[in-house]
């Protein structure tokens, strides 16, 4: 059985499906959490090592473990160089430091997605020099009172919506810049690739800022993978044929292996590309379940020998139903009870341990739901959080 190491800030998702496998996986992340499958190999830096997480923390936990390839999760993409600590002499499992630092500059990317002819938003790294556009056509200028358009300020270390919000004028910090406001249904599509070429595995609504779980502003809360024709979105055959070509690009100019996504804003039956996410990322699973295919074995395929699988993503769309994740976030500083007996609950998951302190706005844990279509998955989700926020202030201490 080979061995892996997965390190990043979560790795249930992933650990889970590389156990499916085969695999004999080592964990290193921040939660350590209670449903880990009970062959992984589990540390948790806050817990086991007394150490916040960070992604050059987890490398260095992970030098020693013993293991035949090594996998990153978030937020690794953001640092190149604890990429490489992680593998050092090990087989790296997904894009090299080289790659991130590039498929990261998002002047770099959006100028690659507007070479394969795809609608771009605008990014500037400052708001005083109108010529900091990726876009040399683009004439607007954020200072311009006539600027049609609306910014958000977005840090480069992005993650998770952390950190980014509407920008109302001023100066921008050197370690964020400013990305053109598109108006539209948030979204992602998820694909592994290998050789030059991508294999769309999925796509999907992304929840944002909803405060039915416990998110404001531009937070990522989950995502909704939702069947073939779902109102959704607005012409959802050409959507997807938009969402395709997305990972055709990336791949194409980035040399991208393994699983990767995208985030896009889908309006008006366009894909606007807002961010690269070049490992795994959350949504992968929800296409593990609706389609019931290995994620984690498409992934080491790729990256170990190159293989692609045989999937047709839009022939499997036609057959599946809505499925939907959120992640619920402390609405104020709570300590958990005996979490034991949410395992028995297989709409939860990523489920903290027992007496665990969790901190307001941090994450709980993970719910799940099926229905017919979107909005029968979101309903069914808004539900359920509602009655695990509810009994949470009835049984369990809040501090």
Not at 198 to 212: C, E, F, H, T, Y
Not at 273 to 302: C, K, T
Not at 353 to 369: D, M, N, S, V
Request: glycine share 10%; charged share 25%.
């Amino acid at each position: 059985m080979s061995r892996v190491l997965i390190a990043g800030l979560s790795t249930r998702a992933a650990s889970d499906s590389a156990v499916a496998a085969g695999f004999a996986v080592t964990a290193v992340d921040a939660f350590g959490d209670l449903d880990l499958h009970p062959s992984v190999r589990a540390v948790s830096l806050p817990r086991d090592l007394g150490v916040p997480f960070s992604a050059d923390a987890a490398a260095r936990a992970g030098a020693d473990c013993a293991a035949d390839a090594v996998v990153y999760l978030a937020n690794f993409e953001n640092e190149p160089d604890a990429v490489r600590t992680l593998a050092a002499g090990r087989p790296l499992w997904g894009n090299p430091p080289d790659v991130l630092r590039r498929v990261r500059d998002p002047r770099l990317v959006m100028t690659a997605f507007r070479e394969h002819g795809i609608h771009a938003p605008a990014i500037r790294l400052s708001a005083n020099d109108p010529n900091d556009s990726n876009d040399p056509n683009d004439p607007n200028d954020p200072n311009d009172p006539n600027d049609p358009n609306d910014w958000i300020v977005k840090p480069f270390a992005s993650g998770g919506g952390r950190g980014v919000r509407l920008w109302k004028g001023g100066r921008v910090s050197d370690d964020c810049y400013l990305q053109e406001y598109v108006q539209g249904v948030a979204a992602s599509v998820v694909f592994v690739s290998a050789g030059g070429v991508a294999v769309p595995i999925g796509v999907s609504r992304q929840l944002i800022g909803d405060a039915a779980f416990g998110a404001d502003r531009y937070r990522y809360c989950g995502n909704i993978l939702a069947p073939a024709g779902d109102p959704v979105f607005e012409d959802d055959e050409k959507l997807l044929d938009r969402a395709c070509a997305l990972a055709s690009a990336v791949t194409t100019s980035f040399g991208l292996v393994g699983v990767n996504g995208v985030d896009f804003v889908a309006a008006g039956g366009e894909a606007h590309p807002v961010e690269v996410n070049p490992r795994w990322s959350g949504s992968m699973e929800l296409a593990e379940r609706a389609y019931q295919r290995s994620i984690f074995g498409m992934h080491a395929d790729a990256c170990a020998c190159g293989a692609l699988p045989e999937f047709d993503l839009r022939r499997a769309r036609r057959s599946a139903r809505a499925v939907g994740k959120a992640i619920l976030f402390a609405r104020e500083p709570v300590t958990m009870g005996d979490t034991r007996t949410w395992l028995a609950d297989a709409t939860l998951r990523d489920v903290p341990q027992p007496g665990e302190r969790i901190a307001a706005g941090r994450p709980i844990c993970t719910i799940f739901a099926e229905a017919d279509d979107d909005s029968g998955c979101h309903g069914a989700l808004v539900r359920r959080a509602e009655r695990l926020y509810s009994s949470l202030a009835a049984g369990v201490h809040l501090e």
